[in-house]
């Protein structure tokens, strides 16, 4: 196994950190976003992207992305491009990932909330992950969200945005329409809202 821990994961991190969620798709959150593959690990200083490939996989927190293929573009922290002939871009602590893509069997896991998809998008300056292709299904527990198009997940909201014969089913109901919203509770709201 690739390790890209020893300089690249302590050097990037999500551009906002945020308050954590019980359990969410989203990399927000504190702390280093971890890039490990099994294949290989490409770093494009000039275009300010890691690749990896072979069993990739993003870890933050206990949110993983599994993928064949990850894509992570990062910048200098606070969004700032490097000065032109430094090397201050990622390494030396002030990087920052603001969008990672993952495409070839997709999966996000996080506790009990689970995504798949064939490519995924997240934008951590929006914090809005974008799932396309076949088989798009968001779990959050025993809640089940699908789509044919693309599936959105909005981290602050806990909302997904399903396209294209959208379907959302809970134990002993389901709705589908063209598009639908889903909003998710957390276990301890979900206690505490009436039947």
Do not use: K
């Not at 770093?43 to 490939?53: C, G, H, K, L, Y």
């Not at 299904?137 to 294209?164: F, H, I, P, S």
């Amino acid at each position: 196994m690739i390790r890209l821990a020893l300089a690249l994961a302590i050097a990037l991190v999500a551009a906002r950190p945020a308050a954590p969620l019980a359990q969410e798709l989203g990399l927000s959150g504190e702390g280093p976003i971890e890039i490990l593959a099994d294949g290989a690990i490409e770093w494009r200083r000039n275009d300010q992207v890691v690749i990896a490939s072979g069993n990739a996989r993003a870890i933050r927190g206990a949110t993983t992305v599994f993928a064949d293929r990850l894509t992570a573009r990062y910048r200098a922290r606070g969004g700032t491009a490097p000065q032109p002939g430094t090397t201050q871009a990622a390494f030396g602590g002030c990087g920052e990932i603001w969008r990672l893509e993952a495409e070839g069997a997709v999966r996000i896991v996080s506790g009990s909330d689970r995504a798949e998809g064939d490519r995924a998008v997240y934008d951590l300056d929006r914090r809005v992950l974008v799932m396309t292709g076949r088989a798009l299904r968001l779990t959050n527990g025993t809640d089940t969200v699908t789509a044919r198009d693309a599936l959105e997940y909005w981290v602050e909201r806990r909302m997904a945005v399903a396209r294209g014969a959208a379907t959302v089913a809970s134990p002993g109901r389901e709705l589908t329409a063209e598009t639908l919203g889903a909003y998710f509770l957390d276990a301890a709201t979900a206690e505490r809202r009436p039947s």
